[in-house]
């Protein structure tokens, strides 16, 4: 057994002794539910005022301008959540991803916005090129591919502004190699020494990622993102990844997907134990909606499950756009 431990049999034993009662349950209860203190709520940003778009694929989640964005901040801070991730989707695209770094950006504005409004709420920002980019890949294209070194420069200046911004942590999801180091370097240089790095250390090319490419206006004109993206079969790979963005300088890892990949987060977990965030992704998210709009599923109980899994296998931050059903429930 393990630790050494000897274990008496049946009927000296009997497992459901201590499943009696609620208050036994909770009593011995190995992993802690997933709490609003666990949660971080992703949010897409758009230009205008007063507006709020539903996204189809995505059920109670909506594109908002940044005067809502501040409304649906102020409201999920109020409910316990401690942090909310932003995602911009800019009115103007081109093949440089410039409106990514611009002061006055969809995201940027957001952040400002958002640090007024709600001080204590920590603010994350991805920093990656796909929703900026005309071709809506993740980087610099050059004759039909992703340029790897080039793009660095466009994720160290993207980075650098949202800090400028406010940012309390911003958060590479493009899969360039390099750019954790880039990143932390150009922080430092810049003076924003006390903001963290949230390093998309193993995200995979995945087929869950549809809804989000809808809300994020963010899929590819040409190919797809396996040049970049991790092998859904490959876990040393993701073990060397996460080496590297740490030795780099990140201060939390994610793994992406969540659901599909809770070995390789137990896998982080265990190796490095350093802070492991999981992203409980678009499509994980609108499966347990469409089950439930049709009756097959107890939406809450299902919800309440797959994130005490995700954190049962070693994740203490999960992303998930079930942050404030979750928050609504425990009544905070």
């Known amino acids: 057994m393990p630790g050494g431990t000897v274990m008496a049999e049946f009927p000296a034993y009997r497992a459901r002794r201590l499943r009696r009662t609620d208050a036994l349950r909770r009593l011995v209860q190995e992993t802690r539910s997933a709490g609003v203190d666990d949660l971080v709520l992703p949010l897409f940003v758009i230009p205008g005022a007063g507006l709020e778009r539903p996204v189809p694929s995505m059920p109670g989640v909506a594109q908002r301008s940044v005067d809502r964005i501040v409304e649906i901040s102020r409201a999920a801070r109020e409910l316990g959540i401690a942090a909310v991730m932003l995602f911009g989707v800019p009115e103007i695209k081109n093949a440089k991803a410039s409106a990514a770094h611009d002061d006055d950006g969809v995201i940027q504005r957001a952040v400002r916005a958002i640090r007024r409004a709600v001080p204590d709420l920590v603010v994350m920002t991805d920093v990656c090129c796909c929703e900026y980019t005309d071709h809506g890949h ?31 942590v911003v958060c590479p999801s493009d899969m360039m190699d390099g750019r954790v180091a880039r990143i932390r370097g150009g922080l430092d240089e810049a003076g924003f020494a006390g903001v963290a790095i949230l390093a998309y250390a193993a995200k995979y090319a995945s087929a869950f990622y549809g809804p989000f490419r809808d809300a994020a206006e963010s899929v590819p004109r040409f190919g797809d993102r396996r040049g970049y993206q991790m092998d859904p079969a490959n876990v040393e790979e993701a073990l060397r990844e996460v080496a590297l963005d740490i030795a780099e300088g990140a201060d939390m890892i994610m793994v992406k997907p969540a659901l599909a990949y809770l070995d390789v987060i137990r896998r982080v977990k265990d190796r490095f134990g350093y802070p492991v965030a999981a992203y409980n992704v678009s499509g994980e998210y609108a499966m347990v909606k469409a089950a439930a709009a049709q009756g097959w599923i107890d939406e809450a109980r299902a919800v309440d499950e797959l994130l005490t899994g995700i954190r049962r296998a070693g994740a203490s931050v999960i992303v998930t756009y079930f942050a404030l059903d979750v928050a609504s429930r425990q009544g905070r």
């Open 138 to 168: 993740c980087g610099i294209v050059r004759n039909g591919e992703v340029e790897n070194d080039a793009t660095l420069a466009v994720l160290e200046r993207i980075a650098v502004s949202h800090a400028r911004a406010g940012a309390d």
